[in-house]
């Protein structure tokens, strides 16, 4: 399910992209293209070691910050 969720988190962003700003490249949008990866890769590499809960979740946590942070202060 975590797969299928990330795929139209994809989607529906790059549609979003597309629509607003026409496919031009910002600096921020980038960022938060690492970001939805890094979430993505969380979901598989916590099930498969679970000694790592807590160092994912908060990298989880500071991957999502900075997603909302790029959303809404497009530094650059």
């Keep these: ?3 299928i969720a990330s ?3 994809l989607l ?3 549609r979003m992209w ?7 490249l910002l600096g ?8 939805w990866l ?3 890769v969380i ?13 994912l979740m908060v990298v989880a946590l500071v991957l999502a910050i900075t997603a909302v942070a790029m959303a ?3 530094p650059f």
């Design 1 to 3: 399910i975590t797969g």
């Design 7 to 9: 795929l139209l988190v």
């Design 12 to 14: 529906s962003g790059v």
């Design 18 to 24: 597309q629509g607003l700003l026409g496919f031009q």
């Design 28 to 35: 921020w949008i980038i960022v938060k293209l690492v970001c």
């Design 38 to 40: 890094g979430l993505s």
């Design 43 to 55: 979901g598989s590499v916590a099930y498969r070691k679970r000694e790592l809960t807590n160092t």
């Design 72 to 74: 809404f202060v497009k």
